[in-house]
Each structure stands twice: as structure tokens, then as C-alpha cells.
């Protein structure tokens, strides 16, 4: 996804260093910092990165029928590390995306004027393991393992997903996901606004032409939604 890598890079005993590294993203530009942290006497290199992505270009790289709704240019920012022998290292990406359009039923829809926080972080894999966590303003939180072994027939190896809109008066209440012990998806939470026949109508619209997110997954899928 990332083309165009150019900048200058420092190495010597300490590391390795670099001020400006740009290339273009996803249909935007955008600049990481180069460095070289010590911690615990071990070296860990890592990347600051920020700039300007189109989110419509993410459904050309992932196969999700929902990511056709999606449209808009955003600021985001992000930090890679590396990682080592002891810690494999880690990805996060941060957006408010103000700029994007998310034509998608309650409670995701978000038009392209306000902001939602939404945060991406991904640890390098361990054992054809991938630990992602996604959280997308109050809404939505999900704790997820991929499975690299079998992507195309058991992409996910276990997770948990949390909608957030519980509220005690005006107060929301945040509820951390957490992986279950078996494998299985538990999807749970409380939703204060959730139109089925709405959600029913895009997965019906889609089922021919791409993956919807729920019926290839073959994995036990269990609800305690309040």
C-alpha cells in the first residue's frame, strides 16, 4: 500500500535515525520519523508517522462490502515499532477522521462534518497469530485474533466484539473487550439504537459480490447482548 519511500537515514553504533521519510498512502501523502530507542539495553527502532489518506482507497486492499461505504480524506497519525526477540514489536493507527463518510446503518453511521476517534492497533505476529484491538469512538470496541495459518477459511481465530453505548444518565460507561478462552466470536454490549431490517438489507445487497464480515468466518458466533 505505501509507494514512493524516499528519505535520508542515519546509521551508526547507536541506530539508525531519520527526520524525514515521505511516501504516498492509500491516495495521500504522508511522513514517518526514523529513531532508535533504548530501553532495558535493548535497541528498538521505531516510526512516527502522520499524514493524509483517502479511506475509499482501503476497500481496494481489503475484501469487506461495508469498506464501499466509506469515503473521504482524513489526517491520521501512527507509531510502528519494530520489536526485538523479547517483544515482536507493534503497529497503531489513530484518525478522528474528520473528512470521512460512513453510509452504513445505526450505530456506525457518521457523516463527513464530525469526528469519531478511532484507533487501530495491530502487534506484529506470533505463531501465525495476529492480536488486533479496534476501537471506533464509544460505539464499538473489538479484541480480535487473526489466523494467518488458514486467512481465506478461519480468519479469525478467536475475539470479542463490544458495543459501548451503555449509559448510566448521560454518562457512558466503557466496556473493555476481552479474547474468550474457547475460540469463538462473543459479540455483546448494549445498543441504544440498531435497525435489523436495515442491516439485513445491505448484507442481502452485498452477499453476491464480496465478503459481508459474517459468513465465511466458520467460527461460533455467540451473542449476550443486553
Given at each position: 500500500?505505501?509507494?514512493?519511500?524516499?528519505?535520508?537515514?542515519?546509521?551508526?553504533?547507536?541506530?539508525?535515525?531519520?527526520?524525514?521519510?515521505?511516501?504516498?498512502?492509500?491516495?495521500?501523502?504522508?511522513?514517518?520519523?526514523?529513531?532508535?530507542?533504548?530501553?532495558?539495553?535493548?535497541?528498538?527502532?521505531?516510526?512516527?508517522?502522520?499524514?493524509?489518506?483517502?479511506?475509499?482507497?482501503?476497500?481496494?486492499?481489503?475484501?469487506?462490502?461495508?469498506l464501499d461505504r466509506m469515503q473521504g480524506k482524513t489526517n491520521w497519525q501512527g507509531v510502528m515499532a519494530?520489536?526485538?526477540?523479547?517483544?515482536?514489536?507493534?503497529?497503531?493507527?489513530?484518525?478522528?477522521?474528520?473528512?470521512?463518510?460512513?453510509?452504513?446503518?445505526?450505530?456506525?453511521?457518521?457523516?463527513?462534518?464530525?469526528?469519531?476517534?478511532?484507533?487501530?492497533?495491530?502487534?506484529?505476529?506470533?505463531?501465525?497469530?495476529?492480536?488486533?484491538?479496534?476501537?471506533?469512538?464509544?460505539?464499538?470496541?473489538?479484541?480480535?485474533?487473526?489466523?494467518?495459518?488458514?486467512?481465506?477459511?478461519?480468519?479469525?481465530?478467536?475475539?470479542?466484539?463490544?458495543?459501548?453505548s451503555k449509559k448510566e444518565g448521560a454518562k457512558v460507561i466503557p466496556v473493555q473487550p476481552d479474547l474468550?478462552?474457547?475460540?469463538?466470536?462473543?459479540?455483546?454490549?448494549?445498543?441504544?439504537?440498531?435497525?435489523?431490517?436495515?442491516?439485513?438489507?445491505?448484507?442481502?445487497?452485498?452477499?453476491?459480490?464480496?465478503?459481508?464480515?459474517?459468513?465465511?468466518?466458520?467460527?461460533?458466533?455467540?451473542?449476550?447482548?443486553?
Open positions: 500500500m505505501a509507494k514512493k519511500i524516499n528519505g535520508d537515514v542515519n546509521v551508526n553504533p547507536e541506530g539508525v535515525s531519520s527526520d524525514d521519510i515521505h511516501f504516498d498512502l492509500l491516495g495521500g501523502q504522508s511522513r514517518a520519523k526514523l529513531y532508535t530507542t533504548n530501553i532495558n539495553k535493548h535497541k528498538n527502532i521505531r516510526l512516527s508517522l502522520h499524514g493524509e489518506i483517502d479511506t475509499a482507497k482501503i476497500a481496494e486492499h481489503v475484501n469487506l462490502s461495508m519494530l520489536g526485538t526477540d523479547a517483544d515482536p514489536g507493534y503497529f497503531q493507527f489513530v484518525s478522528q477522521l474528520k473528512g470521512v463518510e460512513l453510509n452504513l446503518p445505526a450505530p456506525l453511521k457518521k457523516v463527513s462534518n464530525t469526528e469519531k476517534p478511532f484507533n487501530v492497533t495491530v502487534r506484529f505476529p506470533e505463531n501465525d497469530k495476529l492480536p488486533v484491538n479496534i476501537k471506533y469512538g464509544q460505539e464499538l470496541s473489538m479484541a480480535l485474533i487473526m489466523n494467518l495459518e488458514s486467512p481465506k477459511h478461519r480468519p479469525i481465530d478467536k475475539g470479542e466484539v463490544v458495543f459501548l474468550p478462552d474457547s475460540r469463538e466470536l462473543v459479540i455483546r454490549g448494549h445498543l441504544l439504537e440498531f435497525h435489523v431490517n436495515d442491516w439485513l438489507k445491505l448484507i442481502n445487497k452485498d452477499v453476491d459480490k464480496k465478503d459481508v464480515g459474517l459468513t465465511s468466518l466458520n467460527i461460533p458466533i455467540r451473542l449476550d447482548m443486553e
